[in-house]
């Protein structure tokens, strides 16, 4: 069946109140109201696509020609698709050069119960993490390593940020993502799951090169905060404190870094054959 695209003429301009509407859900505040957010470039949209979260589809007249299949599968999906114009497309994205492909989706968090009760193996708890860019980078890490969930724990940042989404290529919508303010709540309910709970720190016991018997079990790490680390109360608290080995002169490791290095580590024991 011929496909027929709007003509430019027809593209909603940046005064539209549905590309007004969509643009304040790059706030917080606006994305807590309606319970959307918005997901920009081809990577993002085709991963919210194949979760059938995608509620519309916002494009360009140059996306569309880029990324054809990916417009008309949308609409083939029954989602919403709408031309936009240059200008609606520079407001609506949130990058300096914008792609011209934006959808505005339904938010992915669930409970932390619905993450527990699938018997996870592998989990990330990032505690207090501020930093959009290194939250996506974290969730895109456990998305690679095949890890059943992150754990936003503590005073975390929205991971339905613009700059989280776009960090996490497309893994925000792979991996189960929960939220919960309450460190406290967390590291109780980990426990009570039978989870062994590992949090890094500069100074731990257990050296990762010699943690392969911990690996084995279910775990869930516990990464600190950019700028203070782990807060050592909470460490305390964990089953174990593991360092990482650093061979060469650097002082440390930053957050990203240092979780990539644990969750491989731990994937690695889990995956051997």
Request: include cysteine; charged fraction near 20%; proline fraction near 5%.
């Amino acid at each position: 069946m011929t496909q027929h695209r709007e003509r430019p003429a027809d593209a909603l301009s940046e005064r539209n109140p549905r590309v007004v509407s969509a643009v304040k859900l790059q706030r917080t505040a606006g994305r807590r109201r309606s319970g959307l957010f918005l997901a920009e470039g081809a990577n993002s949209v085709a991963a919210a696509l194949d979760t059938a979260r995608v509620t519309e589809l916002f494009y360009t007249e140059g996306a569309a020609a880029r990324e054809t299949e990916l417009v008309a599968g949308a609409a083939a999906l029954g989602v919403r698709t709408t031309l936009v114009s240059e200008r609606a497309a520079q407001s609506l994205g949130e990058t300096v050069t914008p792609p011209g492909l934006v959808a505005v989706c339904r938010q992915v968090d669930v409970p932390l119960a619905a993450v527990l009760d699938a018997a996870p193996r592998l989990l990330a708890v990032p505690v207090g993490i501020a930093d959009p860019g290194n939250a996506g980078t974290l969730i895109r890490v456990a998305d690679a390593v095949g890890a059943n969930g992150v754990v936003l724990a503590g005073d975390s940042v929205d991971p339905h940020n613009g700059k989280c989404v776009r960090s996490g290529a497309g893994s925000l919508f792979h991996v189960p993502i929960a939220r919960e303010r309450h460190t406290d709540a967390v590291l109780a309910a980990l426990g009570a799951a039978g989870i062994t709970v590992l949090a890094t720190a500069a100074t731990g016991e257990v050296d990762l090169d010699d943690a392969d018997e911990l690996l084995r079990g279910p775990v869930a790490w516990l990464f600190g905060n950019e700028a203070h680390g782990l807060d050592p109360a909470v460490a305390a608290r964990a089953d174990h404190r593991i360092r990482i080995p650093i061979h060469g002169r650097a002082e440390s490791l930053n957050l990203a870094a240092a979780a990539a290095i644990c969750l491989y580590a731990g994937s690695r024991v889990q995956h051997a054959r």
